[in-house]
């Protein structure tokens, strides 16, 4: 899925079957308390990314976490893990060659309607009922939420700050299986660009090149962009995504 879709410099590493991968003695750390599939996802994960780290010829010891929760790279390395049900991936690449890589694997299912009416823009609603009618087949309002997870999975990493599911306005080519993600109060980063893909039951997404405004216009662009005190990011997470579509 994701390793015919992006682009050479990364290396990418998948699975279709769930509990193939384990944990290092280091990072048991990461699932205390955690239930028996969340365990699993997290070694099938950091085995998928450890393996792509080999591949790219960078250091592929135990991956912990950052202080915002995201793995912690190697230095000079970039890279994004995802999984859902059926499917593990991750990519990495070098920094020097490619700034920015987020990714996302959904199930090829409908999104509830809550879950879409929480995240879908006016400007994505008019382009989701178009493809909805046009192409059936693929899960329009799945693969936005999907390319939202990517974009947050980029900017995190890139900019250590807060990102509302509403300052990411999403457009979709079907043709191509490329999306952009505008970005109208994202400082610096004015738009992401990025490919999707479908087939087996998946949708996947990824985030593999950031656009900069000149730095002027960036302060003007992110007044208005930082998350109000004491509120945490409000964004519709997998279980939400999931609760009524299996």
């Not at 192409?135 to 807060?162: I, N, Q």
């Amino acid at each position: 899925m994701l390793a015919a879709l992006l682009p050479a410099p990364v290396a990418v590493e998948e699975a279709f079957a769930e509990g193939t991968g384990a944990l290092l003695p280091e990072e048991e750390a990461l699932v205390t308390g955690a239930g028996p599939r969340r365990r699993r996802d997290v070694a099938d994960g950091r085995t998928c990314a450890r393996r792509a780290l080999s591949r790219l010829g960078a250091p592929s010891g135990p991956l912990l976490r950052t202080g915002s929760g995201a793995p912690l790279w190697p230095p000079g390395v970039v890279g994004s893990i995802t999984h859902c049900a059926g499917y593990r991936a991750a990519a990495v690449a070098w920094r020097r060659e490619l700034p920015v890589l987020g990714l996302d694997a959904e199930p090829g299912l409908p999104v509830p309607r809550r879950v879409l009416d929480g995240i879908a823009l006016p400007e994505e609603r008019e382009w989701l009922e178009r493809l909805d009618a046009e192409r059936p087949e693929v899960a329009w309002g799945r693969l936005l939420f999907s390319a939202k997870e990517s974009v947050y999975k980029a900017w995190s990493p890139l900019t250590g700050r807060w990102l509302g599911f509403t300052d990411a306005v999403i457009s979709v080519d079907a043709a191509a299986g490329t999306f952009t993600a505008r970005l109208p109060r994202g400082g610096r980063v004015a738009r992401f660009d990025g490919c999707w893909g479908a087939g087996g039951g998946l949708l996947v997404t990824a985030v593999i090149r950031a656009v900069f405004r000149p730095d002027r216009e960036s302060q003007t662009r992110l007044r208005g962009a930082r998350q109000p005190k004491g509120t945490v990011r409000q964004w519709p997470t997998r279980h939400d995504a999931d609760s009524s579509a299996r």
